[in-house]
């Protein structure tokens, strides 16, 4: 099991993203390639806020949980 290096406001920011391109993609607004794209971005970004684990911020260091 990976450790968990996401924050509740980086969790949040990233399934609140996948929303947006939802909601563009079911108004019509963004075309077939953009919401490919987008829409693969999305569903990683929503994978990684359920496990709560980023792999590209393991070599870079970086952890936004709140340190106690």
Same mark, same amino acid.
């Given at each position: 099991m990976?450790k968990?290096?996401? +924050?509740? $406001?980086?969790? +949040?920011m990233?399934?609140?993203? @996948?929303?947006?391109?939802? /909601? $563009?993609?079911?108004?019509g607004? /963004?075309? @077939?390639t953009? %919401?490919? /794209? *987008?829409? @693969? /971005?999305?569903?990683? *970004?929503?994978l %990684?806020? $359920?496990?709560? %684990?980023?792999?590209l911020? *393991?070599? *870079? +260091?970086i952890? %936004?949980?709140?340190?106690?």
């Open positions: 990976m968990k290096n996401m +924050g509740m $406001l980086d969790r +949040g990233r399934v609140v993203f @996948a929303v947006v391109v939802a /909601i $563009l993609y079911f108004t607004t /963004i075309d @077939a953009q %919401t490919m /794209i *987008f829409g @693969a /971005i999305a569903v990683v *970004f929503v %990684t806020s $359920l496990v709560g %684990t980023c792999p911020y *393991f070599p *870079f +260091g952890d %936004t949980r709140e340190q106690k």
